[in-house]
Structure formats: structure tokens, C-alpha cells
């Protein structure tokens, strides 16, 4: 299993703004802008990296290599702005010993009407399923918690019936207290980064 750095992190964040920002010049946009009330939906999914870690756990949590999928259904507000609910589903490993999933009220924010660029956030519950080994024996748990989430992207020809997008968002979940076995775990929080491609539909 490969874990990944910060470095690395960083260098796919830098790439992925680098083509959103290339992509954003060679797009042209010549469709009318749609009206309030409008329904978009996006199916999306990527590649994620993602830990796990508390405040009185053992130090040495990393970051692992998995992925994320979602949809996200949405109605326009305004010219700028659409408003809607998001669900994510995310396996923490490609063991998938622990999964999560969540459910968000989620906002996207174009600051230029005309662009494809965004902004988004959201805010919600957590679901998460875990397996552990106890002397040899594998048993089943699962926590509640909230999930916030931020990210930036780009809806290429967002006004067509069809459009593509690429986006990277960050998603923090806490669990606050968790209890498995005899050990009390402290302040739980997840941390999730994941870039990728959405499908829009409208």
C-alpha cells in the first residue's frame, strides 16, 4: 500500500490548478446563462489521499492512496451561485477496511457569471464503517460525525445540457470521541484531499 507526503500533495494541487487555469483560456462560453431554479446534477469521482488520526493516538498517522465518488444534485440561485446537497462515498484504503460516507449541504460559487472557474463548500454528516483484528478475529464498528468540505474548480461550457469539469476539494470529518475496545480515542478527525473530473447534467 503507498502512503504519499505533503510534497507530493502539494505538486498534484499545483498541476491540477495549472490545468484549470490552462483549460479556463481555451474555453469559450456562448451559451445564455439558465434562470433561477435551474437543475444541474454532477456525478463525479477522482483520486484521493487520506488519514485518520486522534489526539491521543500513536504519532506517525499517514496519508494512503484511495479515491472518492459522489453526485451532487444542485438548483441555481442566481447567475452566480447554485445551492444544493452533496453525497460522498469514500473507502479509506484499497484494503477497504474503513469506509465512509457523507452527506452535505453544499454551495458553488462562480465569482465571474460568464466563467467556468468555482468555488464550493459544504457542510453535513459522516457516516463511517470500520473493520479492526482483535487476536485474530476481525469485528465490525461504526461512528457518526460531521464532514465540512472546500474546494475550486472548473465547469467547462457550463451553460450546455452536458458539461465536463475537473475540481480539487479538501474533506474533514470529526468524530469527536470514539470508543473501540478498552482504548478511548480522543478528538478523531480525517482529513481527505482528492482531485478528479466531474459530469454535469442540466
Known sequence: MSTSTYPSRFVMLVLLLSLIAWAGKAEAQSAAPPGPGDFNVAVWGGYATAK???????????????????????????NKVLAGVEFVYQPSSKANRSRSSSLLASV????WATSGFYLKGGYGLTWVRT???VDGVDQKDKFNGMAVNYGIGWRFRQHNRVSLGLFGSHYITTAGTVHVQSFEAVNVIGNGWVGGVSVFLR
Do not use: I, K, S
Open 52 to 78: 485518520v488520526d486522534c489526539g491521543n493516538c500513536e504519532a506517525g498517522a499517514t496519508y494512503r492512496d484511495t479515491w472518492q465518488a459522489g453526485v451532487t444534485p444542485l438548483w441555481r440561485v442566481n
Open 131 to 133: 473493520t479492526f483484528t
Open 108 to 111: 458553488m460559487f462562480h465569482p
